[in-house]
């Protein structure tokens, strides 16, 4: 056969059939690379070596023996095959059982040389035992009467790796191709050996035999440590070049109004924070500059990043420029519509709304063929809306910034769209690309915000506006739930209103204990709150549907809006005053506050309920947090060390290995990284000196959030 490099199709490897391949691509294994590195999740020690006779209870050990007796029985009742071996040494015998298990029974037979690695147990007839040990054929019989040496073996008798698995492909099938893939790999070192040297890493080769056959745990943690530095560095040589890429572009020169913005922040019936007013200036000093911005403003529920949009948005359009901004949903958009041109119509600048529904200037609706010509015609200062803003036929005069607010929400090829300057504009004879500020509620801690936003340069408002109440929030067991509806009915009799959430719209045969939306509607229509107006909201209603149900909300002709996590982001009701979340186990912490955010948005006391299911798991002791704290970038991270990365950002199933995945928590790692990467690009800012880094920088499409 011939020799295999990292990016040899799974297809073109000869002892891999097409039903493995099958399996394979469940876990995104496509290519030689993406099989080696699917890591080792964990693994088992079973190289201590013992004879019979000194065996004791419960330890994890590796025996030789040979095969004295052979047994298979059926359990009916049960419905299960049980298979005993008996091993015998020169010290004594031992019985190992396996339930359901061909193994031993496709490759054993009595007198047989074995190896077995596993757990030792006491039996019901008290006999010292295995319950389903590791198992291999020994060819040699001279292994019995040596002192324990290596068979070379990948499932007893050495540390043994243990893989994510799907069904039908076992760790035993992984540990054996990863190995034969091993043995004829021609491996190309992409890191820089200096760089290595300096690090003190071992090479590529080196190190994939480390991670997947470690002779021990300080060589698998050695080989980790390489992979977890590799893939990061890698991340960031993308990202900075991507950002240097960016660079390139120019963008429209927007002059600083001093007194224009002076005056407006005057006007505002509030006092900005410090970080509003800092993150504002850094957003002003990058609008005069020609290359064009490309900002990431953080902040949490409640923070003010809106007015901090809002002033950019002046400044561009007070230097006659057009600005625009991009909201996930329409529900959001007319929100952000609302809200920022009732700040800027007093200056006397005309904004209109555009999604997929329709089109408005002021309060005035618009035919979307109207409003797409007034803005081709630059009569139209600035446009929030939806997707609709991306459509082929919306052409800006001079577009000079472009806001979008929470960018994961959209499509790759959407985000891709815009970032590749689909929406330049002609200045003169030249073409520019607008200003690019992205905004997220979602507080990431600022290391994970270097590691996943590399490209980006970053604003973080962390304060919060004076006089905001703290929310009281309190975790509730669902045998608790009749308090917390006479406490809501107590709100709505001062004329508050509430939001309940729930994980699903429709009742789950999986997940039958977890309330759905659309059931509890009727059940709380029918039961506790049969007085009272209930509404629904959820992602499957139509945009028009969901504005209905907002707008009637807003006017308070409902007292309680049932809903699904739709209502995470950017819904502003300032009369709601209680959040109800029902299997609040089910949300991660981060997502919690989220929707916790949706409450004390007004001048009134508020109040956040988690309900527990009753089957609950004892996890949920990590809800209690959200009783002590208000603090979304303290939730954040707490909620990242019990989640993960993975889990906290929503990309685990995005292509980055889980150990990168454990990297990104690892502040060492990602400052490491990201300085060894700008120091290389310094030197050799387009690689060529390093074809095969090169190579692999390309290929990263791992992370959304840089292209």
Not at 481 to 494: D, G, L, M, S
Not at 515 to 532: I, Q, R, V
Request: hydrophobic residues 40%.
């Amino acid at each position: 056969m011939a020799t295999l490099s990292l990016n040899t199709s799974i297809e073109k490897i000869p002892f891999i059939s097409t039903s493995w391949r099958q399996k394979l691509s469940i876990l995104n294994i496509l290519t030689v690379e993406d099989l080696l590195y699917h890591f080792p999740s964990r693994y088992d020690d079973f190289s201590q070596f013992k004879k019979i006779v000194d065996l004791l209870i419960g330890e994890t050990v590796t025996i030789r023996g040979q095969i004295t007796e052979i047994k298979t029985k059926r359990a009916w009742r049960r419905r299960m095959s049980i298979t005993e071996i008996y091993v015998a040494d020169d010290t004594g015998t031992i019985k190992a059982v396996w339930f359901n298990f061909v193994g031993p029974l496709k490759y054993a037979k009595k007198d047989s040389f074995v190896q077995l690695s596993g757990k030792t147990s006491i039996s019901k007839s008290n006999e010292l035992q295995f319950q389903h040990p590791n198992f291999e054929i020994i060819s040699q019989k001279k292994l019995l009467l040596e002192e324990a040496v290596s068979t070379n073996s990948t499932s007893t008798g050495s540390i043994v790796s243990i893989y994510p698995e799907t069904k039908g492909l076992t760790s035993f099938w992984l540990r054996k191709n990863i190995k034969r893939i091993l043995d004829i790999l021609e491996v190309e070192e992409s890191l820089p050996k200096e760089l290595l040297k300096e690090l003190k890493f071992p090479l590529l080769e080196d190190a994939l035999w480390s991670i997947h056959f470690p002779e021990n745990s300080t060589e698998s943690a050695l080989a980790k440590k390489r992979f977890a530095f590799e893939k990061m560095f890698l991340f960031q040589l993308k990202a900075l070049s991507v950002k240097a890429n960016w660079d390139k572009n120019k963008a429209p020169k927007v002059k600083f109004k001093k007194k224009l913005i002076k005056d407006f922040v005057k006007s505002l019936p509030f006092v900005l924070t410090d970080a509003q007013k800092k993150s504002a200036w850094q957003i002003i000093q990058d609008l005069e500059k020609t290359t064009p911005m490309n900002r990431l403003l953080e902040g949490d529920v409640g923070s003010g990043k809106t007015v901090v949009a809002t002033l950019a948005i002046l400044s561009v359009i007070s230097n006659k420029f057009q600005a625009a901004l991009l909201a996930p949903t329409e529900v959001l958009a007319v929100q952000h519509y609302e809200g920022i041109s009732k700040l800027l119509h007093k200056l006397g600048f005309k904004g209109a709304l555009l999604t997929g529904s329709q089109g408005r200037i002021g309060q005035e609706k618009i035919s979307k063929l109207k409003l797409t010509k007034k803005i081709a015609l630059g009569e139209v200062a600035f446009v929030i809306g939806t997707h609709a803003i991306l459509q082929d036929n919306v052409k800006f005069k001079k577009l000079a910034l472009l806001n979008i607010d929470e960018q994961h929400r959209f499509g790759v090829k959407q985000r891709a769209k815009l970032q590749q300057g689909a929406l330049e504009i002609k200045d003169g004879l030249k073409t520019k690309i607008p200003h690019l500020l992205t905004m997220t509620a979602t507080p990431i801690p600022r290391t994970l915000s270097l590691a996943l936003f590399g490209n980006l340069d970053l604003s973080i408002i962390d304060e919060y506006p004076k006089g905001r109440k703290k929310i009281i929030t309190k975790v509730i067991s669902s045998n608790n739930r009749e308090a917390v509806y006479r406490f809501i009915k107590q709100e709505i009799a001062k004329k508050r209103q509430a939001f309940f959430v729930y994980p699903l719209v429709e009742e789950s045969s999986k997940i039958s204990q977890v309330k759905a939306a659309k059931t509890e509607l009727e059940n709380l229509k029918n039961g506790p709150f049969a007085d009272y107006n209930l509404g629904l909201l959820h992602g499957k209603v139509k945009p028009k549907e969901k504005e209905l149900t907002m707008e009637k909300f807003k006017a308070k002709e409902f007292d309680i809006l049932i809903a699904t996590s739709v209502v995470e982001v950017g819904i502003d009701i300032p009369n709601a005053s209680v959040m109800v979340i029902e299997g609040a186990e089910r949300f991660g912490l981060a997502q919690l506050h989220q929707f916790r955010g949706r409450v004390g948005r007004g001048a009134h006391q508020s109040y956040c309920f988690l309900i527990t299911s009753n089957n609950a798991p004892s996890s949920t002791k990590r809800l209690h947090i959200m009783e002590k704290t208000n603090d979304g970038f303290l939730i954040a991270q707490e909620d990242m060390k019990l989640r993960g990365p993975g889990q906290f950002m929503g990309i685990t199933q995005s292509g980055i290995p889980d150990i990168t995945m454990e990297s990104l928590a690892d502040t060492k790692t990602i400052q490491l990284a990201r300085t060894m990467a700008q120091e290389f690009l310094k030197n050799d800012p387009l690689l060529k000196k390093s074809p095969s880094l090169k190579k692999r920088v390309d290929n990263i499409t791992a992370s959304v959030h840089l292209e």
